[in-house]
């Protein structure tokens, strides 16, 4: 079977369910009242994304960089969100996923690669995993009532302003931490690795973004409060985890704020977060290759350690039709990137604009702008020769790496979505001898 047949064939089921659904909801409308849910839920979505780079100028590469020359690359996934409402407020979710693709240059060579589906794809064959299977457990409390849609890994129902939830199992940490209305979700969203959750926040994960671990959350009207423990990897993105949970964890604590800004709807956020992993200091790296010679290599300091950071987040509602979002996080920056990507400050600007605004109800326009840095002790390492998870050019002429998006999504019908996506890249791998790098995306998104 050709590579690329399974992505347009599931592309095309969906958008006739899509349409299919779409019909017979209009005719039938009162069988969607939320007030009398399922007890069993399913939805679907596929993302195929076609990017192609073109050529830029580089004075030098190394063994993780960035390939010069022009290159293209594809992903796609095909998901099914199932979901069981086993008694009142207990729910179980399973997501299996079907992923494939090609990544530019092996995944190498910035700070901020730009396919955020590409942290799941295991190569040009379709492979097929799960990478959500947990529990929700929600404790209702007195208080106002709320509506809630159902949705992808969300039931339909009602549920309580003020109520304890607790999350058990496989999933994504940022599936719970670290929200944004406007930028969370590369199959829709903005598609830079940074956009996806706080950039500096090394979150644990396997090497496609998902552990297993729990978070208790307590809603009281406008404040939210979570705090959850999860599992690492065993080696710096390695896909097998690290189950010594009182020994190597990931921790998070939250607090979130909703707040109404001249009628209009926004939120605050801080997030704290705390890794205990074996991990390479680069301080370390440095020092040992000064005693011992050679080129500094995380591999020959790896001992347990920690690290730690916190993100701050505002996103706000400016019009009717425009929202916008400012974030800035920090990470120790003293060793190695463990789970995430390669980045230890950021500070992103975005503003998205929904297409009613020009007649078009179901299309959306976002802006980006996002500065990533390195910590000191890093950007040494770097310049010294040596390679990180995802980047090293041999050398290194340091200048923060500074990324600017735009995407359009264009709705074709209901539930189906073509976007075209442009990124460029000033100094790449925060290396200002090489770029800017431009990445070209078509992407056609469906869900059901």
């Known amino acids: 079977m050709n590579r690329h047949l399974l992505p347009v064939l599931t592309l095309a089921a969906l958008a006739v369910a899509a349409g299919a659904r779409a019909q017979e909801n209009a005719g039938d409308a009162d069988r969607l ?11 679907l979505q596929a993302t195929y994304i076609w990017q192609r780079k073109p050529a830029f100028g580089a004075a030098y590469s190394g063994a993780n960089s960035l390939r010069p020359e022009r290159e293209k690359s594809y992903s796609f996934s095909g998901t099914a969100f199932l979901g069981v409402r086993a008694a009142p407020g207990l729910e179980f979710y399973l997501n299996p996923e079907v992923i494939q693709g090609v990544p530019l240059s092996h995944l190498t060579g910035l700070g901020s690669p730009t396919n955020g589906e590409m942290q799941k794809v295991a190569g040009a064959n379709p492979k097929g995993y799960i990478p959500r299977a947990f529990v929700r457990k929600t404790w209702n409390l007195a208080g106002e009532q709320e509506a809630v849609e159902s949705a992808p890994n969300q039931m339909a129902g009602t549920r309580s302003k003020r109520r304890v939830v607790l999350s058990a199992g496989k999933m994504s940490v940022v599936d719970v931490f670290d929200a944004n209305p406007y930028s969370h979700d590369a199959r829709s969203q903005f598609m830079t690795w940074s956009s996806l959750a706080q950039g500096a926040y090394d979150y644990v994960a396997d090497a496609q973004g998902y552990t297993w671990g729990a978070a208790l959350e307590y809603f009281h009207d406008d404040w939210e409060l979570r705090a959850g423990r999860f599992v690492g990897p065993r080696e710096s993105n390695g896909q097998k985890l690290n189950y010594r949970v009182f020994r190597f964890y990931g921790d998070q604590v939250e607090a979130v704020h909703h707040h109404d800004w001249d009628g209009k709807p926004g939120a605050v956020r801080v997030l704290l977060w705390r890794n205990h992993e074996e991990m390479g200091s680069f301080q370390d790296a440095l020092d040992f290759a000064r005693a011992n010679g050679g080129t500094p290599a995380l591999a020959n300091v790896r001992r347990p350690q920690t690290k730690w950071g916190y993100g701050l987040h505002l ?3 400016l019009a009717e039709n425009i929202g916008a979002f400012v974030r800035y996080s920090w990470g120790d ?20 604009l929904k297409g009613a605004a020009w007649g078009r109800e179901g299309d959306t326009l976002g802006l980006l702008a ?4 390195l910590s000191a002790s890093h950007r040494g390492y770097l310049a010294q020769g040596g390679l990180g998870g995802f980047i090293g050019d041999g050398r290194l002429n340091y200048r923060p790496e500074r990324v600017t998006e735009i995407y359009y999504n264009l709705q074709l019908a209901k539930g189906l979505w073509l976007g075209l996506d442009v990124q460029q890249v000033r100094n790449p791998a925060y290396n200002a001898d090489r770029g800017p790098v431009r990445a070209y995306a078509l992407r056609l998104h469906a869900e059901y």
């Open 33 to 43: 009242r939320i007030d009398e849910p399922a007890n069993v839920e399913a939805h």
């Open 315 to 317: 996103d706000q509602a």
């Open 333 to 352: 920056g003293r060793t190695e990137t463990y789970s995430f990507e390669e980045v230890d400050r950021s500070t992103q600007l975005g503003v998205v």
């Open 370 to 373: 996002v500065r990533n840095q």
